[in-house]
T-cell receptor, first 114, second 111 residues
Framework: AQKVTQAQTEISVVEKEDVTLDCVYE???????LFWYKQPPSGELVFLIRRNSFDEQNEISGRYSWNFQKSTSSFNFTITASQVVDSAVYFC???????????FGTGTSLTVIP | DVKVTQSSRYLVKRTGEKVFLECVQD?????MFWYRQDPGLGLRLIYFSYDVKMKEKGDIPEGYSVSREKKERFSLILESASTNQTSMYLCASWGEGYEQYFGPGTRLTVT
């Protein structure tokens, strides 16, 4: 069965600290997509990254980086030098390549304290 | 830019009322989705549609129905609203090879 687990329900960090959000997934498919979304207090989900299961290269975008490890079925997200604007709920998701099904984790609520 | 719009940001309805939530996307996407989001439960799929007039049940379809008469529009219907349907409702669309694009959400309160 397809499943995404975000074990961290809430995290608080002090501004400028680094923080890693964990995501572990289960899938029977050999090819799939993985995603991270950010949901700020305004409510709209903002796409952050999509990763194809073929591509295990880590990715860095500014202060954000993602570590994809197929061997451990994990797709972790690190924010370096966190800022107050990073406070949000972050969702990890998995989809089939057909796009007919998306599976979301329960989200991690990140609070960055000034 | 892909745009997914939802008819209302906030809605208050009474128990037993019929409620329509409308979602429109402008990118000619085949697939559209309705989720509800509740604290601690993440996003749960209610229904999705992969083509006009086609629909598939998600994880929690009970108490809901959907309609997709045109490709760009996907409606969620609560036939008889109940208080346990108070929630945030999110619509999304998906085009091949890309991520899901989400609307701003409708916060529905049933009293």
């Amino acid at each position: 069965a397809q499943k995404v687990t975000q074990a961290q329900t809430e995290i608080s960090v002090v501004e400028k600290e680094d923080v890693t959000l964990d995501c572990v997934y289960e899938t029977r498919d050999t090819t799939y997509y993985l995603f991270w979304y950010k949901q700020p207090p305004s409510g709209e989900l903002v796409f952050l990254i999509r990763r194809n299961s073929f591509d295990e290269q880590n990715e860095i975008s500014g202060r954000y980086s993602w570590n994809f490890q197929k061997s451990t079925s994990s797709f972790n997200f690190t924010i370096t030098a966190s800022q107050v604007v990073d406070s949000a709920v972050y969702f990890c998701a998995l989809s089939e390549l057909t796009g007919n099904q998306f599976y979301f984790g329960t989200g991690t609520s990140l609070t960055v304290i000034p | 830019d892909v745009k997914v719009t939802q008819s209302s940001r906030y809605l208050v309805k009474r128990t037993g009322e019929k409620v329509f939530l409308e979602c429109v996307q402008d990118m000619d996407h085949e697939n559209m989705f309705w989720y509800r989001q509740d604290p601690g439960l993440g996003l749960r799929l209610i229904y999705f549609s992969y083509d006009v007039k086609m629909k598939e049940k998600g994880d929690i379809p009970e108490g809901y129905s959907v309609s997709r008469e045109k490709k760009e529009r996907f409606s969620l219907i609560l036939e008889s609203a109940s208080t346990n349907q108070t929630s945030m409702y999110l619509c999304a669309s998906w085009g091949e090879g890309y991520e899901q694009y989400f609307g701003p959400g409708t916060r529905l309160t049933v009293t």
